[in-house]
């Protein structure tokens, strides 16, 4: 059965019986002429009418299907059209109108996964596969079904400067990446996805624009607020003179992502960034929306990047006005602190007990639940055990904690040894919360993720000398030489050198990892999903001095789930009880440890103890 889908915004080109209808926001502009291009890509003026509040419109039968256009400013400046759905030339090109109901779909019979269920695999359509395009991206979705992969979530994909970059200064919020390829071939991924029972997310930045190819500021100055600050400048004003027609604007876009391409969830970026003052926050406005909107017909997936660890934002899955998870630092910090020993940065606030801090996140979720930060230099946090372990991501590695990095190196070339970052993995994979995995994870791939990106010259330029001064606080890249070590993130070299090598999965150290997640995933399917939806809290119940910990999650019908772990370099005494069925360890001689009461290094042990009920 084939489906036609749309969403109908009151901004932007939309096909209507009597025409094109163009509609801009300009509160700025005097007069707003729509600029239509011919065939042969000459562009002439038609008059837009000017509405109240700032609009400004045209309906026209001149325009169809694949007609190229811009909008010019007081007969000055052309802009593209911030709510494009299509810039086939780059962000400074014209925007393309597209009939988002030409698209025949074929997943008809798709009702989501339960978000208990998920596996979350990051990617960079980019860098993902040889092709770098959606089309190369679905290509290996056999992979990642085979490896038990749930959810896929794309680094955002919101048309950004040049052909190469993270995402993460994009300028059209509802044009996919034309690099990437076409509307239709998102829309093609995102169908073959559905088809093999994989949902897919998709990573949205609502707290800044990048800062090459915005025009807002020109005629829609209102956008914009200098009551908050974020690291990128102005705010987003969500909460002043003008913000409803702003907030809508976001609102749609998440409305847009999720019907018109069926993703199946967002992941909203750096939201400690969106400040606002009003009420409803526009957070809460928007799960609102989502959920009263597709929400009611399958489940979606709305995930948090909040490094204040607000855990009022957080509710358990389907929540009517709640997020169903945030991603968790304090596991990645923990992790890392354990595997690498490092204590720069923000791993300070981690590096005087990592275990105890481990075992925290794990039974409760948030680390820091409102102690003060020493790195932050305030209390961070608020308290988070009365939420579900399906509202914490968990991962080991994702973008940003490999990018922020100097070099971009994975963690496995940083790690003590295969043997700790092997046991971390079981940890991660097999914890009730949601696993995620950044690309290449499953296999150790060894490529770098450095920071890159295809600004003009003057831009790349500052880029380029504000990555030098970042580093320099680091006495290794402080000198000529070893600045001279940082990658170029405005040179193509660094983009392909975080190029997935797919060939190395014939290699038997790749493969063995490979099959080492694969197994994990497959008894996280078999044992511990079932269990998920009956955990009713988890306690962290002994902690040795010596770093070995445990952690049980009590289920409703009096079962326990038990993990034991040894994140050391050395044997420590047995703690916590190693009762019930084994479901996985990584030295299972677990029986012989209790007798000689220790825990063999790096070691890690999950069982499950039957309740009254039986489990």
């Given at each position: 059965m084939s489906l036609r889908r749309r969403h109908s915004m009151p901004f932007g080109a939309q096909l209507t019986p009597a025409g094109v209808r163009f509609r801009l926001w300009a509160p700025a502009a005097h007069e707003v002429e729509l600029m239509l291009n011919d065939a042969a890509g000459k562009s002439r003026p038609l008059a837009m009418a000017s509405l109240p509040d700032g609009w400004f419109e045209l309906v026209t039968q001149e325009a169809g299907a694949g007609s190229r256009y811009r909008y010019r400013i007081d007969g000055n400046t052309e802009v593209p059209d911030p709510a494009s759905r299509s810039n086939p030339?780059?962000?400074?090109?014209?925007?393309?109108?597209?009939?988002?109901?030409?698209?025949?779909?074929?997943?008809?019979?798709?009702?989501?996964?339960?978000?208990?269920?998920?596996?979350?695999?990051?990617?960079?359509?980019?860098?993902?596969?040889?092709?770098?395009?959606?089309?190369?991206?679905?290509?290996?979705?056999?992979?990642?079904?085979?490896?038990?992969?749930?959810?896929?979530?794309?680094?955002?994909?919101?048309?950004?400067?040049?052909?190469?970059?993270?995402?993460?200064?994009?300028?059209?919020?509802?044009?996919?990446?034309?690099?990437?390829?076409?509307?239709?071939?998102?829309?093609?991924?995102?169908?073959?996805?559905?088809?093999?029972?994989?949902?897919?997310?998709?990573?949205?930045?609502?707290?800044?624009?990048?800062?090459?190819?915005?025009?807002?500021?020109?005629?829609?100055?209102?956008?914009?607020?200098?009551?908050?600050?974020?690291?990128?400048?102005?705010?987003?004003?969500?909460?002043?003179?003008?913000?409803?027609?702003?907030?809508?604007?976001?609102?749609?876009?998440?409305?847009?992502?999720?019907?018109?391409?069926?993703?199946?969830?967002?992941?909203?970026?750096?939201?400690?960034?969106?400040?606002?003052?009003?009420?409803?926050?526009?957070?809460?406005?928007?799960?609102?929306?989502?959920?009263?909107?597709?929400?009611?017909?399958?489940?979606?997936?709305?995930?948090?990047?909040?490094?204040?660890?607000?855990?009022?934002?957080?509710?358990?899955?389907?929540?009517?006005d709640t997020f169903d998870a945030q991603w968790n630092d304090d596991v990645h910090h923990c992790l890392h602190t354990l595997l690498t020993g490092e204590s720069d940065g923000y791993y300070e606030d981690y590096a005087e007990n990592p275990h105890a801090m481990l075992c925290r996140c794990l039974a409760e979720g948030f680390g820091y639940q409102g102690q003060v930060s020493a790195h932050q230099g305030g209390p961070r946090g608020e308290p988070s055990a009365h939420l579900p372990p399906t509202a914490f991501v968990n991962f080991l590695q994702n973008h940003d904690q490999i990018g922020n990095r100097a070099l971009g190196e994975r963690i496995d070339r940083i790690a003590r040894s295969e043997a700790a970052l092997r046991a971390a993995t079981a940890v991660l994979l097999l914890s009730p919360s949601p696993p995620m995995l950044f690309m290449g994870d499953e296999w150790e791939a060894p490529e770098p993720f450095p920071y890159f990106c295809d600004f003009e010259p003057e831009l790349a330029s500052q880029v380029r000398e504000g990555r030098k001064r970042e580093f320099a606080r680091f006495a290794k890249f402080r000198d000529p030489e070893g600045a001279a070590r940082l990658p170029d993130p405005t040179d193509i070299a660094t983009f392909r050198s975080a190029c997935l090598d797919w060939n190395r999965l014939q290699e038997r150290r790749h493969a063995d990892a490979l099959d080492h997640h694969r197994r994990l995933l497959a008894v996280r399917q078999r044992d511990i999903v079932p269990l998920i939806p009956k955990i009713r809290g988890g306690t962290c119940i002994k902690l040795e001095v010596s770093g070995a910990f445990a952690v049980d999650w009590r289920l409703g019908d009096g079962a326990i789930l038990h993990l034991l772990a040894n994140l050391t370099e050395r044997a420590v005494p047995v703690v916590g009880r190693a009762a019930g069925r084994m479901i996985f360890a990584t030295h299972p001689n677990i029986r012989a440890a209790m007798t000689r009461n220790e825990l063999a290094p790096w070691s890690v042990t999950w069982l499950l103890e039957r309740g009254v009920a039986g489990a």
């Open positions: 030339e780059d962000i400074q090109g014209p925007s393309e109108v597209v009939d988002a109901a030409a698209f025949e779909w074929d997943d008809g019979a798709w009702r989501g996964r339960p978000w208990h269920e998920a596996v979350v695999y990051e990617l960079h359509v980019g860098t993902f596969s040889p092709e770098g395009t959606f089309a190369g991206a679905a290509k290996k979705l056999d992979h990642l079904a085979a490896l038990g992969v749930t959810v896929i979530e794309l680094m955002p994909i919101a048309d950004f400067p040049g052909t190469r970059g993270w995402g993460y200064d994009g300028v059209l919020q509802y044009a996919p990446e034309s690099a990437y390829g076409s509307p239709e071939d998102l829309k093609s991924l995102v169908a073959a996805a559905h088809r093999r029972g994989i949902a897919m997310m998709l990573d949205v930045v609502y707290n800044h624009f990048g800062p090459e190819g915005n025009y807002l500021h020109l005629y829609a100055p209102q956008f914009f607020t200098d009551r908050h600050h974020t690291p990128w400048g102005s705010a987003i004003n969500f909460d002043g003179p003008g913000s409803r027609t702003v907030r809508d604007f976001y609102i749609h876009n998440t409305l847009y992502w999720l019907e018109e391409y069926h993703f199946d969830g967002l992941r909203f970026d750096a939201v400690h960034a969106i400040v606002d003052d009003s009420e409803p926050n526009i957070l809460t406005e928007i799960a609102r929306a989502a959920r009263t909107g597709p929400g009611r017909e399958r489940p979606i997936f709305l995930v948090l990047e909040n490094g204040d660890n607000r855990a009022r934002f957080l509710g358990p899955p389907g929540a009517p």
